[in-house]
């Protein structure tokens, strides 16, 4: 959705992309996040995060040896990034209680086949299911909140997550919730049934998309202000470049990277 040209080169080309540090810090946020709750309720404080913050970031990068030169040897430069993680954990205690909080799931898989075989497949930051067993679907995004002309944008990837729980479980989540560290906002949505049946369309339309380009080889550019975050503006005409030939299986490479990446639509971290 937001560049097919991009779309191959991830999925098909796999061509490298440099660690973003703003990438890499929201996965960092995002366990920090998780492995809180694993406290009893009383002890999910600031402090507490704060003391996880470290540890998760050492995990990461043992997991990611290519982060070893995330910050090129510069040890102010990753202090300064390690603070900014802990300002918004901080600014999340502002926008939620943990104390309050028991979730039901957390980084929850979810997976469904559509009526026409379609698999449709992610991860749930954090499923609350109340005892009347109404569902909140959350999710962290360590950016700022969208323009309100982008929000339903922003909001997609949640419809997304909606739709596959009710396909499981027969139920419509009741709160689809983004909380935005960055810019200290929560955006909450109630979708309906229409809302998620027009999802169940959008999605089945964009893989129809992306198999007629795999087939076809035109995968075009679509540029945009995101431009400035790509790695491939050697490879992309918009940027005066050129692409490297389609490979003539790409149709299999997509339908193996969909068989076996669980991977939901939606931007980067801070995109």
Not at 224 to 235: E, G, I, M, P, V
């Amino acid at each position: 959705m937001q560049c097919p040209l991009l779309y191959r080169f991830r999925v098909v080309d796999k061509l490298p992309e440099a660690p973003s540090p703003a990438a890499v810090r929201g996965t960092v946020v995002h366990a920090v996040l998780e492995h809180l709750f694993d406290l009893p309720a009383a002890e999910r404080t600031p402090q507490a995060a704060a003391d996880l913050l470290a540890p998760q970031w050492e995990r990461v990068r043992e997991e990611r040896p290519e982060l070893a030169e995330l910050f090129g040897g510069d040890p102010q430069a990753a202090a300064t990034w390690l603070g900014s993680a802990a300002e918004l954990l901080e600014r999340w205690f502002r926008l939620e209680d943990p104390t309050r909080l028991e979730p039901a799931e957390r980084e929850l898989y979810v997976e469904t086949v559509l009526d026409d075989g379609l698999t449709l497949r992610g991860y749930v930051d954090r499923l609350d299911v109340a005892g009347d067993g109404r569902m909140r679907v959350v999710d962290y995004k360590t950016g700022k909140a969208p323009a309100e002309a982008f929000e339903a944008k922003a909001l997609f990837q949640m419809k997304f997550y909606a739709l596959v729980l009710w396909r499981l479980r027969g139920r419509l989540p009741t709160v689809l919730q983004l909380v935005y560290l960055g810019s200290g906002e929560v955006l909450r949505y109630s979708p309906d049934e229409a809302d998620l049946l027009a999802t169940e369309r959008k999605v089945k339309a964009l893989w129809q998309a992306i198999t007629r380009a795999a087939e076809t080889g035109d995968w075009r550019p679509s540029p945009s202000r995101l431009c400035d975050w790509c790695d491939h503006h050697a490879y992309c005409p918009t940027k005066g470049g050129t692409p490297p030939p389609p490979p003539e299986d790409a149709l299999e490479r997509v339908v193996g990277a969909a068989a076996s990446e669980p991977v939901t639509p939606g931007l980067d971290e801070d995109g």
